[in-house]
């Protein structure tokens, strides 16, 4: 039977169109003709071509390593290890595995020949996988570039050495000061970033004056200035340290380098001066900034006062509470004694000029008010001389006023009051006005001159004066004779004496009342003229009979009320009445005088 029999060959392919006679005979590999389950047979034994020994096609994987073929060539194979394990030295594709190949052989041990730690199958040496198939490391000599600062494994370098003193650590970072190892250029580097300590942070030992506070310094400004805050000892300056700092927050006046308070630098470092509140005691007395005493309160008016000298009297200045004033000078009447007392009205002083009178008290009733003498209108009442004091307000046409005499408004001043009815100045009894400031009227008891005869105060029209104020009895002007005597007859028992030695007078005294007496050229009279006298008889012949002479006298006249006087030698309270040689009846007061009233 003919058949077209088409014979594949790994790597080879090819027909024929020669006629194969195919026999059924028992097929034998390596006889050069395919049998039954044969892919091929090409008659030789050799395992490393096409055709196995098995009379498959060849092929990677089949664990049969061909030899027939060249690089480039199709079939071509490095190795065939029968599996399809990429991480052995066989690939999958029958090459030989190598370091770069992408596959990570597994085969192979650390330390062993072809050992792969990494293989990431490119040919950079700067990743984690070098070009040897081991992973990068700091100090493989190589510097990887695929990772940014910051990022875990990055390398700033790598000189492949474990040599921290060159430009590269063995941290494959660059070396740097602060690193905490000691490289080029570097004095110190402790790594701490402390700069306070013996290393500073720009890898120098530390040193007073470096501008770095380190320990055991107490400032460093870094520089060599003793006059600014920090000295150039790295200690800060001071109050008291004897420099004087003239920059900065402590500047100073002055530094004495003492704590001596009390001269001319003060422990603040201030320059001492009056008013500070210190006493300097540095000075003797008189010389320039000399100072008694320094309160520092600057007040003039305490025992220190402002120029720092104790107060005293007479300094010009007022200590207060111990002076009442300082004018500074000695006069004793200027208004300030030398002793600081200030003069004033009331201290018993008369001030020069100022007061005209000083009883020391303050009392406005007596002769000096004020310092100036009392008078009427200063508006105080002078005991024992002035009834009133309105000052301004006295007043005389004012009812009620205080009169400007320092009076009080009174019945008789001529000023018609609340409680006056009338007023005319006068204290007559006889005239329109009474002395009582009321209107006369018949029945006052006082005779109207010109109006009334007279006027008994009763309303008894029967008696010697009737109520139109008529006299029902004789008045002085039926008694006074023209001629300045008066003979007084009442039924010839009444006469005048001897020679005409006795004058007898007769007035008025109230509407209604008459007074009699009598003038004696012959007898003195010590007080005043008054007296009546009817005759004269010897002393002893005196008999007490007033009342009823009185009465007979009077009774006379028309009146029934008498009453009498006398004194004298006979110092009798009433009149006598003596028996003359003639036989009448008289009235006499020894050798002095008497009188008698006569009244209704």
Not at 92 to 121: K, M, T, V
Not at 172 to 189: A, F, M, T
């Amino acid at each position: 039977m003919n058949r077209l029999i088409c014979i594949f060959i790994l790597g080879l392919t090819g027909c024929s169109t020669e006629q194969v006679v195919v026999r059924e005979t028992e097929a034998t590999c390596g006889d050069g003709e395919l049998g039954v389950g044969e892919l091929c047979d090409d008659g030789n034994e050799d395992p490393g071509d096409a055709c196995t020994n098995d009379c498959q096609p060849a092929r990677c994987g089949d664990k049969v390593l061909r030899t027939d073929s060249q690089m480039g060539e199709p079939g071509y194979e490095e190795c065939d290890d029968g599996n399809e394990n990429d991480s052995d030295g066989c690939l999958s594709e029958c090459l030989e595995s190598f370091c770069g190949d992408g596959f990570l052989r597994s085969d192979r041990g650390e330390g062993q020949p072809n050992y792969e730690a990494c293989d990431d199958g490119n040919d950079l040496d700067e990743d984690a996988c070098t070009t040897e198939c081991v992973h990068a490391r700091c100090g493989d000599g190589i510097r990887r570039t695929d990772r940014g600062e910051g990022d875990p494994e990055f390398e700033a370098c790598d000189d492949g050495n474990q040599e921290d003193l060159d430009d590269c650590l063995t941290n494959c970072q660059p070396h740097r000061c602060g690193d905490g190892i000691l490289g080029p250029g570097e004095g110190c580097d402790d790594g701490n970033g402390d700069p306070t300590d013996a290393c500073t942070n720009s890898c120098f030992p530390a040193r007073c004056g470096d501008g770095l506070l380190q320990e055991g310094e107490r400032c460093d400004d870094g520089n060599a200035i003793d006059t600014d805050d920090c000295l150039s000892n790295c200690v800060p300056a001071r109050c008291g340290d004897g420099v004087v700092q003239q920059t900065g927050t402590t500047e100073e006046a002055c530094d004495d380098g003492n704590d001596e308070d009390q001269d001319a630098c003060t422990t603040s470092c201030r320059l001492a001066y009056c008013g500070d509140g210190i006493l300097r005691d540095d000075l003797d007395a008189g010389a320039p900034d000399h100072e008694a005493c320094d309160d520092g309160n600057g007040i003039d008016t305490d025992v220190c006062l402002t120029n720092c000298t104790i107060a005293r009297c007479g300094d010009g200045r007022i200590w207060f509470g111990r002076e009442e004033c300082d004018d500074g000078n000695d006069d004793d009447f200027d208004g300030c004694t030398r002793d600081c007392i200030e003069l004033r009205c009331g201290d018993g002083e008369i001030w020069e000029g100022v007061e005209a009178c000083d009883d020391g008290n303050d009392l406005n009733n007596d002769a000096c008010v004020n310092c100036a003498p009392a008078q009427c209108g200063d508006g105080f009442i002078q005991d024992g001389v002035e009834a009133c004091d309105d000052g301004d307000q006295n007043d005389d046409l004012a009812a009620d006023a205080c009169r400007t005499n320092c009076r009080e408004a009174v019945c008789g001043d001529g000023v018609i009051d609340s409680n006056e009815i009338c007023d005319d100045g006068n204290n007559d009894n006889d005239d329109d006005c009474l002395a009582s400031c009321t209107a006369a009227f018949c029945g006052d008891g006082f005779v109207r001159d010109g109006v009334e005869q007279c006027d008994d105060q009763n309303d008894d029209d029967d008696d010697s004066c009737n109520n139109q104020c008529e006299s029902n009895g004789r008045t002085c002007d039926e008694i006074n004779h023209p001629n300045g005597y008066s003979v007084i007859i009442v039924e010839d028992r009444v006469h005048l004496g001897p020679d005409d030695t006795h004058r007898v007078r007769c007035r008025v005294e109230n509407p209604g009342r008459i007074r009699l007496w009598e003038t004696s050229d012959f007898d003195i009279l010590r007080f005043d003229d008054i007296g009546i006298f009817a005759g004269r008889g010897p002393y002893n012949q005196s008999v007490r009979a007033v009342p009823e002479n009185h009465q007979r006298i009077c009774a006379a006249l028309g009146y029934d009320q008498s009453r009498g006087q006398a004194s004298g030698v006979n110092s009798s309270t009433e009149a006598v009445i003596h028996a003359d040689m003639n036989g009448f009846d008289v009235v006499g007061a020894g050798d002095d005088w008497l009188w008698i009233e006569c009244w209704n």
